[in-house]
């Protein structure tokens, strides 16, 4: 609910857990910000320091816990200390590349005075400036490129920066491509030269490039991938450059031709800059380009209409449905993982701040997250797509929805299993007939709409596709002053996921 709350509002967000079980429990959600940069205070408390070298109940190293997931872990042992750490947290929290930071605070310390000057300043700014001589290296490389490539990351929504990534794309007649298992909107989905995102694995990665002779990263790891696939994603003889906050990420995977440590903001602008007006090449490029997107979008749209057929919900049905009932500036928070897949293709058009998806892979983030988002936004109508079996995760949030009279749709694509596992079962193995122990969700069915109710949401549910728009219009009504959620059961299965292991 904090990460949905940092998100939406764009600051940082305080999350209070009960020492060492709490910290257990929330390890999860401290994966998930860490995956998506999301600047959180994860305060815990911790048993007296006194007691602590007896194993006591509920105490114990809530650091060691934490420490490979958070950005960074304080246990002061002292007022005067507590004061310093919760500055220090903040201000490590907020700062590019920003992330979760645990602070545990001993009882003790919890009791005793309360620390002087404790007034958190402002956070440091992400001021940081790319080396200008390897900027200018960046625009020669770009400049010479016969069919350059852009690759934008959540780095760039993060930096405020979408504007300054659709002027360089221009600037260039490039595509831009979205990073893999994005969280946020790079470029607006109908803009013309967005190419749409990536795929996790590295064949699909290096068929999209293989066109282009110059790519450029910006504000991502290169690349954060899923799963094996056979082959570099990066196609030979391509050339590198990437740009990121996070000195860490360049020259991790692929090291760059050119390598950009800096706000990506900042950087693109020294980089428009670098370049200069645009030539006639880039503007005849730019024509291609859009010329290409538009045709693939066509094609894509048409593939996802061909699986709007067939018997019951189809998982694209139900994309369809949310891609017609959700307007240009409602909020969609996504983790309906197979069922939201053709929502790209289907013209759900999303710009920066209409969009935030699951990237930290640990289910049960997405319905805590839209609550925490709906309250940071109230004026925004707030729409959580989940599958079934995540639903089951973070359900108890709907609780909290429903005290705080929170407006919340929730459309729940209820396909009564764990659908990608099948998919990526499916992927690995190559047989598509195979039967999974335990990734089904119906001996006994659960009682969905009975669990949602349990959670003082109302809830509908529906089973035919011509009743999709009236019940999606009517969950939208429903949601005015609290949660609702419609249970959409889905049928069919979703392509396969991924690649046999070598
Ligand atoms: C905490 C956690 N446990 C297990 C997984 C593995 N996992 C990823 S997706 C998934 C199934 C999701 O099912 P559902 O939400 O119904 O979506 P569907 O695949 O059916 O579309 C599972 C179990 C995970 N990502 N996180
Ligand atoms: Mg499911």
New binding site residues.
């Given amino acids: 609910m904090a990460d949905g709350y940092a998100q939406a509002s764009g600051q940082l967000a305080v999350a209070n857990v009960h020492v060492q079980p709490g910290i257990a429990n929330a390890l999860?959600g401290i994966l998930n910000a860490a995956r998506t940069r999301v600047p959180l205070l994860v305060t815990v408390g911790q048993q007296v320091s006194g007691l602590l070298a007896t194993e006591p109940f509920l105490g114990g190293d809530v650091l060691g816990m934490a420490r490979p997931l958070a950005k960074a872990v304080f246990e002061p042992t002292t007022g005067e200390a507590l004061g310093h750490d919760v500055r220090a947290a903040i201000d490590i929290a907020l700062t590019p590349p920003r992330g979760p930071v645990v602070l545990s605070i001993p009882l003790d310390v919890q009791a005793g005075s309360a620390p002087a000057g404790a007034d958190a300043r402002d956070p440091l700014p992400a001021t940081r400036e790319p080396a200008p001589d390897r900027v200018q290296a960046a625009a020669r490389l770009l400049e010479q490129a016969r069919s350059p490539v852009l690759i934008a990351g959540d780095g760039v929504a993060d930096a405020h920066a979408v504007s300054a990534l659709g002027h360089l794309a221009e600037r260039l007649g490039a595509p831009v491509f979205g990073e893999p298992m994005a969280a946020r909107v790079a470029l607006a989905w109908n803009h013309p030269l967005w190419a749409g995102q990536l795929q996790p694995f590295g064949d699909e990665i290096r068929r999209a490039l293989e066109p282009h002779d110059v790519a450029f990263a910006i504000g991502m790891p290169v690349f954060r991938l899923f799963g094996h696939s056979p082959g570099a994603p990066l196609p030979e003889g391509i050339r590198l450059v990437h740009a990121e906050v996070d000195p860490h990420e360049v020259g991790k995977n692929h090291r760059p031709q050119v390598g950009l440590v800096g706000d990506p903001g900042r950087t693109l602008r020294s980089l428009l800059e670098a370049l200069g007006p645009r030539d006639a090449a880039s503007a005849d490029r730019s024509r291609v380009v859009r010329r290409q997107i538009a045709e693939r979008r066509r094609r894509a749209r048409r593939a996802a209409v061909a699986q709007l057929g067939g018997p019951g919900i189809p998982p694209a049905a139900f994309a369809s449905a949310v891609a017609s009932s959700v307007g240009p500036n409602d909020l969609v928070v996504d983790e309906?993982?197979?069922?939201g897949r053709a929502l790209r293709a289907l013209i759900c058009s999303r710009r920066p701040g209409t969009w935030l998806a699951h990237r930290g892979?640990?289910?049960?983030w997405g319905l805590p997250a839209a609550v925490g988002a709906a309250m940071a936004r109230p004026g925004q109508r707030v729409m959580s797509l989940?599958?079934?079996?995540?639903?089951l995760?973070g359900i108890s949030a709907l609780w909290t929805a429903a005290r705080e009279r929170t407006p919340l749709a929730l459309a729940v694509?209820d396909?009564r299993?764990?659908?990608?596992?099948r998919a990526g079962l499916e992927g690995l193995t190559g047989s598509a007939e195979a039967e999974w122990p335990g990734l089904r969700l119906d001996e006994p069915e659960l009682d969905l709409p009975g669990l949602i109710r349990a959670h003082g949401a109302t809830v509908e549910q529906v089973d035919h596709k011509g009743a999709l728009g009236d019940a999606f219009s009517d969950l939208w009504e429903r949601s005015v002053d609290g949660p609702a959620a419609l249970v959409v059961r889905v049928s069919g299965r979703t392509p396969r996921v991924g690649h046999p292991l070598p």
């Fill in positions: 999860s309906a993982v197979t069922s892979s640990a289910l049960g989940h599958g079934d079996g995540g639903l995760f694509a396909n299993g764990y659908e990608i596992l």
